[in-house]
């Protein structure tokens, strides 16, 4: 075996570090360290350090190409990814500008540059990491199981929690003096207590339960590419136990979409895909008034199952239109603002990535990232009806589409980041086909 050639990723329970590539090595490790770095509070640092550590990586070996080690060498990246790195290099430039028009004063500017820099730079970074350090699907795989087994074990600590009057929040680390978001993205929480009803709800090792469902979701996707059952098992029912408890109704219906649609895509090629899509087509005549109502009523009914969220979340997207349409058009406001009662004062400009997009960054900052997101969704749909291993690309990236009609993606790519590690690995597949081991 040639000096730095991976060994094979499979033993009976592999992959172990020692068998992977050095860029794989750190992303497994990464993503299997996920529960101790959450019990420091230091996810929300952990993301960005390692994004921007091993973009620099990438640069650095395309850059020293010939002198690098057979596992160290990087590829190029495909077009798509240099799109978004455009994209959110523009998004910076948009955002100076709307704060620039808006009166911000020049500290104000900078601290909003680092946010971009933790933020919406993570996107083309882990898309980059993915694209160009042959970085095997099957490595994020297993370390999400792995993931999925220890949340497994720490379920029954969770459910018992709110039962023997443990506190919701453990603490807040330290780490909060590198600034963020909110405390809630440094701080350590047992289970959180829904305030339209006073039951509990978990949120795991995210911020907010929602984002904790998407991550489920992810690690449902995950572990249906499995290929040793124990690890399928563990994924499985932790990515499941994730979007019950944490009562995400967009995490429920990410899960039925985003497992089935990948998988259902390649039998429109089929032959008898036109003779189907007729006779539905005229079965719909007959029954479409009955079909359409019940998917109204169940529509309506999973609005209702959390009615007072579903009344703040609305009132937030109506205010961000219209102070959108009316003020910013172009650039936005430059930055969230405070809400008033009527959205029980959550800030105008989150809760939903694209209205937040055109209140912060007018139309500008909305078409800068639907570009790219557009793009990349249209590469992954032909790469899944080209090869099955087109499943998990398209999955995940449908997942993050979803969610981000739910919540602001911005703040979540820290914790969200083996989805675009593995999106960036589905896009050099489809230009070079899977990466050699």
Known sequence: MQRGQPVRVERELGPFPEHLRPAERAVYRAIVLTWPLYALGALYVAGPVLGWSLAGFVVFALYCDPLMRPDLRAKAPPALVWLAFL????????LWIGQVGNGFVTGRIVKSSIGWAKGWALFPLYLLIG???????????RAYCVVGLHTLLLIPLFLAAPLIGLPERVFVSPLKAVGGPGPEYFAVFLYTIDPANGSARWQFFAPWSPFAGLIGVIMVLCALEE????????GVLAGV?????????????????????????????????GLALATASAAMIVVGDSVLGAMSDAWTRIREMRANSTRVR??????????????????????????????EHMLIGTHHTWYGLLFVRGMAGAVLFAVPVACIL????????????????LGVMLALLLVSFGGNLETQFYIVWPALVLIGAGLAELRDGPPPG
């Open 131 to 141: 694209a160009s350090l042959f970085i095997r699907m099957e490595v994020i795989v």
């Open 314 to 343: 609305d009132a937030l997207k109506r205010i961000a239109k219209e102070r959108w349409a009316s003020e910013a058009y172009w650039f936005g406001h430059g930055s969230v603002e405070p809400g008033s009662h009527v959205t």
């Open 227 to 234: 290929k040793r059952r124990f690890w399928l098992v563990c």
């Open 241 to 273: 136990a994730m979007v019950l408890m944490t009562k995400s109704r967009m995490s429920l219906i990410s899960l039925v979409v985003c497992t089935a649609l990948p998988r259902a895509l390649p039998l429109v090629l089929k032959p008898w895909a």
């Open 87 to 94: 994209a959110m290099a523009g998004m910076l430039v948009v």
């Open 378 to 393: 249209l590469a992954l749909i032909l790469r899944v009806l080209a090869s099955p291993r087109g499943h998990l690309p």
